[in-house]
């Protein structure tokens, strides 16, 4: 529908690896705009070179001549950032333009992008309008840190990624993970889904998840135990308050029950 897809979720739940599994199935090139506050658009769209513009004032002056406006904002001047590079021709086709985390922009930045999600174009005032040929396949995510203005999501496609099944789970450490043993794998999966039950701060991730079971690996662990879990749980939780919870007996049902889920 060439319409671009706004993906909202928790932290972690693999949104950001959406769009990089897209370019890499698609053979696309990738250009990420990480989104922060304060983001403008010498940083998102384009900037001048502004040395050389002056190197070329500074040559014309000492040849007696004069450096032309249409001369000093030529395309040779003009530093492309991600979101104009994405309008530009790409080999292998249209790229696939990530715009990271755009909650953490700042709402002024929201409306400058209406332009470019609606028309795929962007305005520079010294030479004019630059339109994409061939659109590229943008994609928005969001961690939903504050509300994304409804003019935005009006012009998307909208998906909430949540956290992954059981089953969806074993499969991404399948991939991820693959010198990993069968159960030493289930009993990871269970306790993250279990554990994700729980009270928590800041619930694990996918990605917590996936270097959790590298760490695990790294250590030679074929089975967790309360010890096991206890000394890695530094991997799965990032909130000093969520480690305090989870005491010895604490873990160990919480194992039980992650045991009882792997088994069904």
Known sequence: MGKPLFLEGEPGTGKTEIAKALGTALGRRLLRLQCYEGLDTAAAVYEWNYAAQMIEIRLAEAAATRAEASDLFDARFLIKRPLLEALEPQPGGPPVLLIDELDRADEPFEAFLLEILSDYQVTVPETGTIKAEHPPIVVITSNRTREIHDAVKRRCLYHWVDYPSME??????????????????????????????EDLFKKPGVAETIDWASALAALDVVQLTPETICDTLGVLLKYQDDIARLTAGETARLLDEARARAAA
Do not use: K, N
Request: charged residues 20%; aromatic residues 4%; glycine residues 4%.
């Open 168 to 197: 969806r789970e074993l499969a991404i450490l399948a991939a991820r993970a693959p010198a990993l043993p069968a159960e030493l794998s289930r009993q990871i999966a269970a306790f993250v889904q279990t554990l994700r039950g």
